[in-house]
């Protein structure tokens, strides 16, 4: 169950990515979505504390720009 909810988070971050490249305000959108009741319960669902450390890391990763898919595909690819 975990997965399927963190998956739910991985949208989100990717959502607040397009809204981030699109109008500048991704940052501001997923820290009001961590910091709402229902962010806050798919975040703990997930198995993520969802502490301010957090959002601040959420926040960071969304002012990157880099999809979570394309971030996720850079880690599992193997070193040369």
Known sequence: MRMLWASVVLVALDDAIASQRAY???EDIISRWAHSTDGQEVLSNAGINPSERVVDGLKQFVSC??????ALAELNRPEK
């Open 24 to 26: 500048q305000d991704g």
């Open 65 to 70: 720009g880099v999809r979570t898919s394309v």
